[in-house]
């Protein structure tokens, strides 16, 4: 998988929600596309994403973090450079505020995700990385 496109990582754990792909290879991205943060992390490293788009999804089980995304940034610091979208479900805001306190994302949106907002997000992401 070669291309001199910037490579958008989208992480789709649960879902529910549009496939988003051809609105990420509107804005120019090599779309690479996984369901697990095991399988991101292998990615990332490969793959060197310019944009990563993944969901909080809040595990009150986990003991020291909120959910896999914090397992998916600390693995892939010092590895590739990323500007991370995420999206959350508003019920969860309170732990997501959380990991916000420790990690930067470039933006947020909640569920049900809009596609006007997710461009939004993506034109700003794209214009910080030129």
């Known amino acids: ?58 595990q009150s ?16 610091q010092g590895v590739a450079d990323s500007s991370m979208i995420v999206f959350y479900e508003k019920e969860f805001e309170p732990q997501y505020q959380r990991f916000l306190n420790t990690y930067d994302v470039a933006a947020s949106l909640t569920f049900p995700v809009q596609e006007d907002e997710l461009k939004t997000a993506l034109k700003a992401t794209v214009e910080k990385l030129s």
């Not at 549009?18 to 992390?41: C, H, I, M, W």
């Not at 020291?64 to 998916?72: K, Q």
């Open 1 to 58: 998988m070669s291309s001199d496109k910037p490579v958008l990582l989208s992480i789709i754990e649960i879902g529910g929600y549009p496939d988003f792909t051809s609105l990420y290879e509107g804005f120019g991205f090599q779309v690479v596309q996984t369901n697990t943060v095991r399988k991101a992390v292998k990615l990332i490293r490969q793959h060197k994403p310019k944009v990563m788009i993944a969901e909080f999804n809040f």
């Open 61 to 76: 089980d986990f003991r020291d973090r909120t959910s896999s995304l914090e397992t998916l940034l600390s693995s892939t």
